[in-house]
């Protein structure tokens, strides 16, 4: 690891002499506005290595993947530090700090909380089985969070499929809906939309997006039902449970406390205004502080007041969340520069995306195209503001639209471009793995029990075929 650091150390350093990463001081100019169109580069270097390098170099991918994302993390960092030192440690601090923490914390807490609980109980994988899985799911996605219901559910639906000959399409489709498209109707469901109740979406607001979620849910739902019964004829029609049969039942589940715990903790940051301080020169709420040590609690009690044979039982491990953690480190350090030229808007290096919009439609599939692979949260916030920007409204304004109190000329619309840009975050995320970090962990898991996942781009393969056409349908619907 050490030899690794300095040979990436000393790579970074010799091509920022080289090329000139950027000796300009920003000045009154945003680094939005400086940075060039190529120093996403890095970014694009993570994101094929996660492609490539499992089908490549499979053990070596296993045994070193945090070190590749730490080379990549440190091919952008160096020498953007060294061109732009304050502004960019700022950058680099404020993605840390602000962005990867909660990030990661909101990750781990589900994870460790909702692996501790273990439904017990002889369950087949039937089409309608696992479809009422894929249902339930959907629906809890909205109100303990994709990445809760999704480590909730995927072992009870891999251990119902264990017999199955054909499941990695159950994966898939879980991904599709439980990881992705069941959390678009709260701010509790997905990130992007907690971040729109913290800029003045009235909490229920979201639930405007129903019809659009009903559609497309419906729609993939019927599709995997078909998809599974086709499968399930040709396997003969028949699935024999595992182990002896036995009738359902819970354990652990006092970690739906802590489970709710840690939802209550996300809306009470939201609601509870105490303050900021700075840390290393980045502001953050004292409310964001209470919110990352009230899941960590809630992660720890679950650890000790949780048996080891229920983990046991749930084949639990922390590769998962490890795997996560390695991988997004580099992910949210390369992304700086293409989310700092998304904010520079028309004055950026990518002001042809964010010139790109006009109508409803072109916010939902330029938010939807960016989420599935840059961080979906900052993206929504970049298309809201411009949204705000683009018909004068301020968010101080946005409340009293959203809540039709007063008559702004410009609500309409706003309205439509809100309904665009939220549908457009949550979806597309299903699109790729790193689309959001569910999705992740889901893969991990399954191919920890020895379910063959697609690739990166495999997965891309299903997500185009299945998810784009119905992404087309909803956009003449309701677009």
Not at 42 to 71: C, D, Q, T, Y
Not at 303 to 321: D, G, Q
Not at 323 to 343: C, D, K, Q, S
Request: hydrophobic share 55%; proline share 5%.
């Amino acid at each position: 690891m050490k030899s690794l650091v300095f040979y990436a150390v000393a790579l970074v350093i010799l091509l920022s002499a080289c090329t000139g990463f950027g000796s300009e001081p920003t000045g009154e100019r945003s680094l939005g506005e400086l940075l060039p169109l190529w120093s996403v580069l890095p970014f694009l270097g993570i994101l094929l290595s996660i492609a490539i390098f499992p089908l490549a170099a499979p053990v070596f991918w296993h045994h070193h993947f945090g070190k590749v994302s730490a080379a990549w993390a440190l091919l952008f960092a160096v020498p953007f530090y060294i061109a732009y030192r304050g502004d960019a440690f700022h950058e680099i601090v404020h993605i840390c700090l602000i962005d990867y923490i909660p990030f990661i914390v909101l990750l781990w807490g589900l994870f460790t909380v909702s692996s501790g609980i273990l439904l017990r109980g002889t369950l087949s994988g039937t089409p309608l089985v696992n479809t009422s899985f894929l249902i339930i799911g959907t629906v809890l996605a909205s109100w303990m969070g994709t990445t809760g219901a999704a480590m909730l559910l995927i072992r009870p639906v891999i251990r119902a499929n264990a017999k199955r000959k054909s499941k990695k399409h159950v994966i898939i489709f879980f991904i599709f809906l439980i990881a992705n498209i069941g959390g678009s109707l709260t701010p509790l469901g997905d990130p992007p939309l907690f971040l729109g109740f913290l800029h003045g979406v009235p909490f229920f607001w979201t639930m405007h997006i129903l019809p659009h979620m009903l559609t497309t849910a419906g729609i993939v739902v019927l599709l995997f039902f078909l998809i599974d019964t086709i499968l399930f004829k040709r396997e003969g029609g028949k699935v024999e449970p595992t182990g002896v049969k036995e009738p359902l039942r819970v354990e652990g589940a006092h970690n739906l406390l802590y489970l709710a715990g840690i939802m209550g903790a996300v809306l009470l940051s939201g609601v509870w205004k105490p303050g900021e301080i700075t840390l290393l020169g980045a502001n953050k709420g004292i409310q964001d502080i209470t919110r990352e040590v009230l899941i960590i609690l809630m992660g720890i009690l679950s650890i000790v007041t949780t048996r080891k044979a229920v983990r046991l039982a749930n084949e639990f491990t922390w590769f998962p969340i490890k795997e996560v953690a390695y991988l997004f480190a580099g992910i949210f350090m390369t992304i700086i520069p293409a989310l700092a030229m998304l904010r520079a808007g028309s004055h950026g290096a990518m002001a042809f995306v964010i010139d790109a919009v006009n109508e409803p439609w072109n916010y939902f599939w330029m938010t939807g195209a960016l989420s599935s692979f840059l961080d979906n949260a900052p993206t929504y916030l970049t298309f809201f503001n411009t949204a705000l920007g683009r018909l004068g409204i301020s968010e101080h304004d946005v409340t009293e639209i959203l809540k039709g109190i007063g008559d702004h000329p410009m609500a309409a619309q706003f309205i439509g471009y809100l309904k665009a840009i939220s549908a457009g975050a949550v979806f597309f995320g299903a699109n790729t793995y790193i689309g959001n970090a569910p999705n992740f962990m889901v893969r991990s898991i399954a191919e920890e029990n020895k379910i063959a996942m697609p690739s990166f781009f495999g997965y891309m393969l299903w997500s185009i075929g299945i998810l784009i056409p119905i992404f087309l349908i909803i956009t003449f619907i309701f677009f």
